[in-house]
T-cell receptor, first 111, second 117 residues
Framework: RKEVEQDPGPFNVPEGATVAFNCTYSNSASQSFFWYRQDCRKEPKLLMSVYSSGNEDGRFTAQLNRASQYISLLIRDSKLSDSATYLCVVNRRGRDDKIIFGKGTRLHILP | GAVVSQHPSWVICKSGTSVKIECRSLDFQATTMFWYRQFPKQSLMLMATSNEGSKATYEQGVEKDKFLINHASLTLSTLTVTSAHPEDSSFYIC?????????????FGSGTRLTVV
C-alpha cells in the first residue's frame, strides 16, 4: 500500500461548481499535512497547510481526520484557473524527516 | 518567503555525458534538501535527501553512484546525473524547508527538465 493515496481523476467540473478531493495516508507517525498545486510542467506550489481543526482560505477548505487518516480539500465556486493537479503531501518528522507526495488529482474546470 | 533557486531550467545532453543540477537556498540556510524526479503524468518521487556536510540518504532503487549528490554548504546542493541515458530524461526538482520560523512547508526550486538524446 502506498503511503499517500489519491484518486488520480481527472475530475471534469463545470465552472462555478464545488469539488472535493480526498487523500489517505498510511503512516500514523505523519505529523504535517499539505495540499500543493502543480500546473503542467511546473514545480509544485503550496496551496495550504492542513490542520486538525480544519482551515479555510478563500474558496478553499482543508480538513484533517487523524483517526481515519484522511485529508480533504474542498474548492467552492471553481474557476477556470483552478485547473491543475492537486498533490496531497504528508511530512514525517523526527529521525526520518521527509515529505511524501501523493500521485495527485487532476482537475479540469470546464467553461 | 523562502526562495529556492534551481539551475539549469532545462538541459539537453548526449547519452553518456554527465549533467550537474544546482539547488540554492537564497535567503535561508538549509541543512537538508530533497531531490525529486517526476516522469510525465507521474507523481514526484523522492530520490534522495541531501545532508549538509555528510552523505546523502538515497531512497530504495536509486543508484547512488549514478546520481551523485553533494551538499557542501548550507545554501547549495548539487545533483549530478552521471553517464546519462535516455531513460534518465525527466523533470528533476529540489526542495528545502526554511527552519528559521518553524515553518513546516517546503519550498521547491523551479525544476530542471533533462532530455538525454
Amino acid at each position: 500500500r502506498k503511503e499517500v493515496e489519491q484518486d488520480p481523476g481527472p475530475f471534469n467540473v463545470p465552472e462555478g461548481a464545488t469539488v472535493a478531493f480526498n487523500c489517505t495516508y498510511s503512516n500514523s507517525a505523519s505529523q504535517s499535512f499539505f495540499w500543493y498545486r502543480q500546473d503542467c510542467r511546473k514545480e509544485p506550489k503550496l496551496l495550504m497547510s492542513v490542520y486538525s481543526s480544519g482551515n479555510e482560505d478563500g474558496r478553499f477548505t482543508a480538513q484533517l481526520n487523524r483517526a481515519s487518516q484522511y485529508i480533504s480539500l474542498l474548492i467552492r465556486d471553481s474557476k477556470l484557473s483552478d485547473s491543475a493537479t492537486y498533490l496531497c503531501v504528508v511530512n514525517r518528522r523526527g529521525r526520518d524527516d521527509k515529505i511524501i507526495f501523493g500521485k495527485g488529482t487532476r482537475l479540469h474546470i470546464l467553461p | 518567503g523562502a526562495v529556492v533557486s534551481q539551475h539549469p531550467s532545462w538541459v539537453i545532453c548526449k547519452s553518456g555525458t554527465s549533467v550537474k543540477i544546482e539547488c540554492r537556498s537564497l535567503d535561508f540556510q538549509a541543512t537538508t534538501m530533497f531531490w525529486y524526479r517526476q516522469f510525465p503524468k507521474q507523481s514526484l518521487m523522492l530520490m534522495a535527501t541531501s545532508n549538509e556536510g555528510s552523505k546523502a540518504t538515497y531512497e530504495q532503487g536509486v543508484e547512488k553512484d549514478k546520481f551523485l549528490i553533494n551538499h557542501a554548504s548550507l545554501t547549495l546542493s548539487t545533483l549530478t546525473v552521471t553517464s546519462a541515458h535516455p531513460e534518465d530524461s525527466s523533470f528533476y526538482i529540489c526542495s528545502a524547508r526554511d527552519p528559521r520560523v518553524g515553518s513546516t512547508d517546503y519550498t521547491f526550486g523551479s525544476g530542471t527538465r533533462l532530455t538525454v538524446v
